[in-house]
């Protein structure tokens, strides 16, 4: 995508440029978790940036750039996403209603009475790696990974994925509570498979 | 006049999720701190989504590769 080719005083350049360059780590961390890859990631990035700088003069207060470079990311990923996924979203929103948000990783690993310094549910997290949750997060289906990508690796309010994505706030809780209870679940069966927990029978109680 | 709501603990289940996205409002937020200070099975549990919350955002930084920050002066430099 090219620039603007309206007229912009240097400093707003240079200003811009320092900007974005000190939230690029982030940028690029959430478009890594919201394109999967480090190519498509890139381009979703650089679209973002060369958007924002069209869109400058709607920034009034520029302390708050931070949030709104986000949420234009966010913006500029869903259109991607309507343009050239429709298919798989039509099919993986089939599977909205099947999935289950009533299963708590903490309910698995809880055990109320043993000494405070030292849980398995603490000894749990210690143990998980990033790629753990990178994969885990990866492998969700596509409305609840965009969902969580967007609330706990990126960290919009609900209004902001409401209007990101286009759908009611009451929607974007359901994917989130869904898309969260679905990525503990596969935390949890990685947990058992590589040995991080003792026992081998999840356990159902719940608070 | 004090008249804040004593929440059980299926309360507080049904709005930890909104508290820990710092979505509820300063009232029920107050109601969900006050039932946490007096719940050890609900507080372990807020403790537990909140740390793994952290972790999830702490995998929104990522090194930025060179040919990136190439992309992005390249970008600006185009600008009349």
Known sequence: ?207 | MCDRTILTCADALRLLAQYLDRELGDGDRADFEQHLATCRSCYSRAEFERRLKDELTRLGESHVPSTLHNRIRALLSDVP
């Open chain 1, 1 to 207: 995508m090219m620039v603007s080719d309206a007229p912009r005083a240097s400093r707003d350049t240079a200003w811009f440029e320092e900007a974005v360059v000190a939230v690029l780590p982030e940028l690029f961390g959430t478009a890594r978790r919201l394109t999967r890859n480090s190519a498509d990631a890139e381009d979703l990035v650089a679209e973002a940036v060369a958007r924002a700088w069209q869109g400058l003069d709607a920034l009034s207060d520029r302390g708050a750039f931070r949030r709104w470079i986000h949420r234009i990311l966010a913006n500029t990923y869903t259109n991607w996403w309507r343009a050239s996924v429709v298919r798989p979203i039509v099919e993986s929103l089939r599977t909205e209603d099947s999935v289950d948000e009533s299963f708590s990783l903490f309910d698995q690993l809880h055990q109320p009475f043993l000494l405070w310094f030292s849980t398995p549910e603490k000894e749990f997290l210690n143990k998980l790696l990033r790629e753990d949750l990178e994969r885990a997060i990866d492998e969700l289906p596509e409305p609840f990974r965009v969902a969580v990508v967007l609330a706990d690796v990126q960290g919009l309010s609900y209004r902001e994925i409401s209007d990101a994505l286009q759908i009611p706030i009451g929607t974007v809780r359901s994917r989130l509570a869904r898309g969260r209870a679905t990525l503990q679940k596969a935390l949890w069966q990685h947990g058992l498979d590589a040995g991080l927990v003792n026992t081998r029978t999840p356990r159902s109680h719940n608070v």
